[in-house]
């Protein structure tokens, strides 16, 4: 028997971007129906960022021990190559999945969200019809907050299917394949392409342009580069791929033709919002490009109907999506609050990793900013050499605008920099000046040293170079 429920906000989806609004709007006061077809926790916690990051944590502790084999100039010796079982591997990944699904699940009950399980879809921009497992239920709201994500794009010539397969499936594979072949070095190519590389499968990466991580400078991504090659990653450049046929992929490069053998093809060329499939046409909204179109309130065309997260635009970033559901309920809340950082920042945990927040020198000239930058390298920080972190090139930049030394930028790459963000995007958020981080007395023996020293560097008067 169709029913029909009633409610103050509709949240479409359960990811970073929507269960993080139903929880503040909880905490608000507004009564919430939150519609989710999978699990809650969305491509981040249950097949992006959270899985990927326990596979590459047992990649990197397995090729440690694989390196120690026979003994390493830290002194550890084993006397066997280490093992590993591929479908433990993927259940212990999935057990922390399961933590974190378990939380944000236990986090919407006590804000009392109703989590709605199926797929929704809008007949017009108030209302959503939802196929459950008791059958069809229609909701009604006053308000609409959209957070529907994103999908992996595809390639039209090469689709998914059988052997071709996407991050999803990457993050999930029963066993490891010999040969894995890598269609884009871009965030999750190399992330994963480089953990596959760890737990010993013969890796190709073909990328059409000629340069890895496209996002990031030349110094930013050299080490990664350079660790790719150190560690036997076949890297083709300027290679576009054609087919995949008879368990090859049919590569041109140079005016010639390749064809590279793969088990498994990983397809990473980038993410595209998820704009089918749940009504979108029926609601009447305007669009920019592919995205959802949205104010700085995250509100779209239609009076009453919020949009935010991978929906409406880059940088299609956990951390982007749950500042705006911050923002879009407030508002929602009767608050006046806008979307507009300083900067997002964004980590790749590849080996080693990057980190960066705000201007690079190169994007501060381009738009027309007179910079000073500076660089520390991690060779002259103990911490660093204390965790075998200081070789492979690493190093931490600051980047300041020279008429009042203003922060703009910060960037660093190295071993374990992902943890550097924190203190990067509140430099540049709070509009710190390179007195500020020169200022600051940094703990010592920390990588945060790399800061204040490129900060001092930056003034002219570094310490430890
Ligand atoms: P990406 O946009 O980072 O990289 C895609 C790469 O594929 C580019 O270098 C592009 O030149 C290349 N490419 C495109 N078509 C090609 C073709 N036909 N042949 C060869 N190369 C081709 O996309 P990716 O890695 O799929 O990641 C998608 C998004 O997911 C990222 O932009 C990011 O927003 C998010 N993400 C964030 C992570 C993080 O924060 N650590 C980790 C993973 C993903």
Redesign the pocket.
């Known amino acids: 028997m169709p029913q029909t429920i009633t409610t103050r906000l509709l949240i479409l989806g359960g990811g970073p971007g929507g269960y993080v609004a139903g929880i503040r709007a909880g905490q608000l006061g507004i009564e919430t129906v939150l519609v989710e077809g999978d699990r809650v926790g969305g491509t981040c916690l249950i097949r992006?960022?959270i899985p990927s990051k326990a596979l590459i944590h047992v990649a990197s502790k397995f090729d440690g021990m694989a390196h120690a084999v026979g003994g390493a100039a830290d002194g550890i010796g084993l006397s066997a190559t280490p093992t590993l079982d591929m479908a433990r591997t993927v259940a212990w990944k999935e057990t922390v999945v399961d933590k974190l699904n378990g939380g944000v699940a236990a986090l919407l009950k006590r804000q009392k969200v109703r989590v709605v399980n199926g797929w929704g879809k809008f007949t017009d921009a108030k209302t959503c019809v939802v196929e459950t497992a008791d059958g069809e239920l229609t909701i009604k709201a006053e308000t609409v907050l959209l957070a529907a994500g994103s999908v992996?794009a595809a390639?039209p010539h090469i689709p998914f299917g059988g052997d071709v397969i996407s991050s999803t499936e990457a993050l999930s594979l029963p066993e490891l394949p010999k040969r894995l072949v890598v269609?884009?070095?871009?965030?999750?190519?190399l992330?994963l392409g480089s953990a596959f590389r760890k737990f010993g499968c013969e890796v190709t990466v073909?990328?059409?342009?000629d340069r890895i991580l496209?996002?990031y400078d030349d110094a930013l991504t050299k080490p990664v580069k350079a660790w790719l090659e150190k560690a036997g990653v076949t890297l083709h450049l300027g290679?576009?791929?054609m087919a995949f046929e008879n368990g090859e992929l049919v590569v041109e490069k140079n005016g010639e033709t390749l064809r590279l053998p793969a088990d498994k093809l990983l397809v990473?060329?980038?993410?595209r919002p998820r704009t089918q499939g749940w009504g979108l046409e029926a609601m009447g909204l305007d669009m920019t490009g592919p995205f959802v179109k949205v104010n700085a309130r995250m509100e779209t065309a239609m009076r009453g109907v919020y949009a935010i997260g991978d929906l409406v635009g880059e940088?299609?970033?956990e951390h982007k999506a749950a500042a705006q559901a911050h923002v879009a309920v407030e508002n929602i809340a009767g608050q006046t609050r806008a979307f507009a950082p300083n900067a997002i920042a964004?980590?790749?945990?590849t080996e080693p990793e990057i980190v960066s927040c705000g201007l690079s020198p190169a994007e501060a000239e381009a738009l027309g900013i007179e910079a000073i930058s500076a660089v520390f390298p991690f060779a002259a920080n103990g911490r660093a050499l204390s965790m075998e972190a200081g070789d492979g090139g690493g190093f931490t930049r600051v980047v300041a605008r020279k008429s009042d030394h203003r922060v703009i930028g910060l960037q660093a790459v190295g071993h374990h920099v992902s943890e550097l963000a924190g203190e990067f995007c509140m430099s540049v958020e709070m509009g710190a000046v390179l007195e500020d981080l020169a200022g600051t007395i940094h703990v010592h023996p920390t990588l945060s040293e790399t800061v204040h020293e490129a900060a001092l560097r930056a003034l002219g008067h570094p310490i430890h170079i």
């Open positions: 992006g960022c992996p390639l269609i884009g070095a871009g965030y999750i190519g992330e073909v990328e059409a342009l496209p996002l290679a576009k791929a990473t060329v980038g993410r940088p299609m970033l964004a980590v790749c945990f």
